[in-house]
């Protein structure tokens, strides 16, 4: 009777712990506690030998009746346990279709490259093609065609990186001069070029100077090509890209490929008729002049029919006056809240 009573007991007991159980490890402890070869339920019945003959039938069919039940009843509060589980993690993974989507961080075009579009667009709407030359030059084309010979001083004011002895890292894209009048058809009008990219020089880093900087080439080789010329391309590519304000002053200068050669400054500042010449701070944005008989001659081309203008401009100094940025190692930093000032518009 004891036995029968127990078992009794114990279906109470795990028939409560069961509707208590709040986590499927809980349930599964239960079903070890009761089932498992130390399990509650198994040691009752190992009671069941010791019975009368006639209860052992009796206790036997109660105690199977008892396991059958209480195994179906920690099936099915597993089973609802874990319907809960995913219905829980469902509500809680569900995607609002409504809300907006997120969007990619899209970067924008460097400050240099958009103030170079601008340049090479001013340049295409009069006419100009555009030429991109290579990085990694000749010291022919780079030096000797603009009419500096190996031993040249003035080869002095431009030292670079050398890849081998005869070729290096272009100096300045006046290498493409010489490249441009070889492939023109003079027969068919005058050469009128432009040439940006990135140029390399064993300069000492500083607010204004970079080792590593870009230019923009500029050349018009053609008949009664004249200095006025000159002076009226450049005054139009300042206005464009500056507006008014800013002040162009023109000086004398020495390039071994140009001859006059100039040089040409642009105001940091606003000016206008009343600034006094001693208030007006002057930054050197290109140097310029008419193309040398000798580079002519070794592009065969007779000086006596053919004379031309050239320019090499530094569009890292034009940003750095269009958008008053007073040291040009930022360009190269990479720092994006620098970067990120230059959005164009519609970006
Ligand atoms: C030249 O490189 C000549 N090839 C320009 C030229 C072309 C003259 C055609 C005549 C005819 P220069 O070394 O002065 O010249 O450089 C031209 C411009 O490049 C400078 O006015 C300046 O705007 C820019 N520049 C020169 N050196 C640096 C530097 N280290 N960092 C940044 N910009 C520089």
Known sequence: MDLKNNLQQLKDHVSQQIHDAKKIDQVEKIRVNLLGKKGELTKLLKGLKDLPNEQKPVIGKLANQIRLM?????????????????????????????????RPEIGTKHILQQIQDQIEDHFISQGYEVKYGKEIES???????????????????QDTFYITKNILLRTQTSAMQARSMDQHDFTKGPLKMISPGQVYRRDNDDATHSHQFHQVEGLVVGKNVSLADLKGTLQSLTDELFGKGHAMRLRQSYFPFTEPS?????????????TAPEDIDWIEVLGAGMVHPNVLRMSHLDPNKYSGFAFGLGPDRFAM?????????????????????FKQVGE
């Open 70 to 102: 209480l195994e179906k009843s920690i099936e099915d509060k597993k089973k609802d346990l874990n319907e809960a589980f995913f219905e829980k993690r469902m509500d809680s993974e569900k995607i609002d279709v409504t809300l907006p989507g997120r």
């Open 139 to 157: 010291d022919e084309y780079n030096f000797e065609r603009m009419n500096l010979p190996k031993d040249h001083p003035a080869r002095d004011m």
């Open 262 to 274: 100039i040089e040409v400054d642009i105001s940091w500042n606003l000016v206008d008729e009343n």
């Open 321 to 341: 006056i269009k958008y008053g940025i007073d040291d040009i190692r930022n360009f190269y930093f990479d720092d994006i809240r620098f970067l990120k000032q």
